[in-house]
């Protein structure tokens, strides 16, 4: 078709078939796929191995749900607002699956790429992380992956994915840079670390596995939409959205403008 | 152009002008128009006569900004969690613009109309109104627009809309109904009666003034997108989303099941 | 804790453990459950059956994907205007996951607990059928789950469903029902059948496998953010977003009001 | 309040009366101020001049609609997908106003703050602007604010605002800035100069009234906030957004792998 350059090579419905990754989507792959199999065919045009089976499971599982979090609390208010649209909610929820909660995995994968540019180049994996560690505080930035506010000193879920990445035997060079940009980091704190949030190990297991470092963020928005759909189904059952909107309220109090705002 | 049949009558862009209903926007609209104005233009395809221009001035500022509404608290959470996205809070924000809190004008004008029509076949005001809420009373549902959490006896913006309606002269049949309404609704509380919330005074006076029942929930919206940026830009300068997310996690109790999930 | 009544029964992040549904994320249910059975965990409080996780699987994988869909288009549009933002285009696309392409499924587990209701008080499947489906003709009202703008005359992946359902022997009364309902409502269609399509197939699976109807529409919701994300990655590597709307652009033109607007 | 550190100056509602930045809403600001003067208010604090007010409405009808744009046929087609909820539609339109389309005013208000800064530091503003247009030259990023789309060789609103801006006695330095930025963007491109689109003259008009660099996406998101409502009230009326979904698919090609996926 000369007149269209425009080209997708994800799926395509016709009358009598799906097809989907060059797949026949009803005599093939229903049935056969787990959804985390079939996510992982969609995202990248292959089957996972049974590697990267465990291990995006493992991921998923990892990131979904951590207590009433601000997106949950924002997807609940929303659907006490407005109890027709669950699409809306989740929508609404998922907005905030910002750089400060969730997306710093995609941060942690730049990174991680960086510094192995550097191993590639001839640097030991605890060189290039204390160099970059050593950049990031002349220039006073955070260096992403970093502190938490519940999980002190260690994050488990961060501690539990390293764990069975080395068990698993799919530890490689990133999780390696892992370890060392822990080590580079707390050097100097002496007995007050930084936790090693669960963003780098995450995003160090996928690249290990051979994702590329775009499609990192795509693990904790899947899996916090399933989260947002637990909690929005209990507040369906049981609603509690504007309790904890009153709640949010009466911690602010009203200032007016000192002069009456005249 | 005989291969395109879907057509709108809002505006087009060319090289050298843009054209907005018909009119040139930077040679006619830019400088002569406000923007409530332009927004009855954009809507409607009219410029707005002088009344419908003040109601809709008065209507946009009477809903804009409720104090801290779940939705701007919704809105500021989802701006701490993801600062660089202004319009991804925004639009957090706006799905909470639902029936419950903000949609019900929607509903009231169905209502209203729904009893102009009785009143069009003959019945009085009064009439249409006692029927339509004995109908919603025997079949237990709730008649919109009436009762709300903060205003008790009565709403001070329905009574000011309503007010300056009469002075203006711009009170007619749905307005008259509205008063009905409220007769009706409380003939049998006593001393305990339901407030007339925004939402009525709101449509009645939209539906007397011309406008089509379906425009009536773009007003609420437009303007709380207004107070939502409002909060937004205080959230940049002083950021307190996530300690109102932190009320509201606190508000609520963790129960796992009695057996341990076992 | 007296003075929180508001409970929630899915997580809570302690400093050293995170727990979900009174299980140790980390200990327990890391590396153990896939992302389906945790899902189902999530969503009802429960582990599910191998026969259950069988068919979520199934469903997930079934409704993910379906071509350039209307929401993915609109999701790839939003990316292409805010590139930074995937969680923005995914929030879009979930946002049309409406009762006109997505949410169908809920009207459907409506419509079969209905039925279901009156097999109980001794209809048979096909009268029950029979008689709802008589009842929506009589008010012109269509019936949710028949018709689809590609797949004619059937819909496979409603056909696949079906077939996996009566091969596993979970069949069961609301799957009885989804038949009898195609049979009543091409029973005076002759040779023009309307196309069952997956959305009550999806419904009658989940009914007869124990899950509530509430919790029907999180399956495509979830579904449809894994699709999402797959072309969103798509979209990041090699954008056409804005092709695509310009294209859309082009389908529709643009019609001044006749009297050139004065 | 000793307990509540967070504080809002914006509002709040209390039984009788609405407060707002100090005033009292229904006998103060209803039927005083017009929308545009009270979205000022709102953000800002304080009731704008006549000048402020002027260029504020401005501003908005210059960037409210400009015809079939990206984000008006993804809210069409979100609308067609879910009829029932118009703020839906209107939120995934509200996505799409990233810096690609829409975000460029805050960019653009960042350059000239940073231009002005060398001003003050004693550059002429030509200086000022070639320097940093050298700048981005030299890095191979481009200058936000110029090419477009659509408008060649001006853009009639941007020559418009500039141009009021003259005749009403409030081009300050800002204003300077962009005439200057336009000349060393041009200086080296001949007979085929680069489009200042509208960004810039808005931002540089706003900074030269008085209004924060902060608050300058403001404008455009609830400006486009308006064409989106108008684009959803046509396409309640006359829904084409399927029209235009179907259009944007037909301009893409399917093209599964080349090894038909094995």
């Given at each position: 078709m000369a007149e269209r350059e425009a080209t997708t090579g994800i799926s395509q419905a016709y009358p009598d078939r799906v097809e989907v990754r060059g797949r026949d989507?009803?005599?093939?792959?229903m049935g056969r796929l787990s959804f985390t199999e079939y996510f992982h065919l969609l995202l990248t045009g292959r089957e996972p191995t049974e590697e990267q089976r465990y291990f995006l499971d493992l991921l998923l599982v990892a990131i979904a749900e951590h207590g009433m979090m601000p997106t949950n609390v924002a997807a609940r208010m929303t659907l006490a607002a407005e109890p027709r649209s669950l699409q809306g909610a989740v929508a609404a929820g998922i907005l905030g699956a910002g750089p400060v909660l969730l997306g710093t995995s995609e941060a942690c994968a730049a990174l991680l790429v960086e510094a192995q540019e550097k191993v590639e180049a001839g640097a030991s994996p605890e060189e290039a992380a204390k160099d970059i560690a050593a950049e990031y505080r002349e220039e006073k930035r955070r260096l992403p992956g970093f502190g938490h506010?519940?999980?002190?000193?260690?994050d488990p879920r961060a501690e539990r994915i390293l764990e069975l990445a080395a068990e698993q035997g799919v530890a490689g060079p990133h999780v390696a840079l892992t370890h060392a940009f822990r080590d580079a980091v707390n050097a100097s704190r002496g007995d007050r670390p930084l936790t090693l949030n669960i963003s780098m190990p995450m995003a160090a297991v996928m690249l290990d596995l051979?994702?590329?470092?775009?499609?990192?963020k795509s693990i904790p928005i899947l899996a916090r939409t399933a989260g947002l759909l637990a909690h929005l189904a209990e507040e369906r059952a049981g609603p509690i959205g504007f309790e904890m909107a009153r709640a949010a309220e009466h911690a602010v109090a009203y200032e007016p403008p000192a002069d009456g705002g005249g």
């Open positions: 989507l009803t005599s093939d792959l506010p519940v999980h002190k000193p260690t051979g994702f590329g470092s775009d499609t990192v």
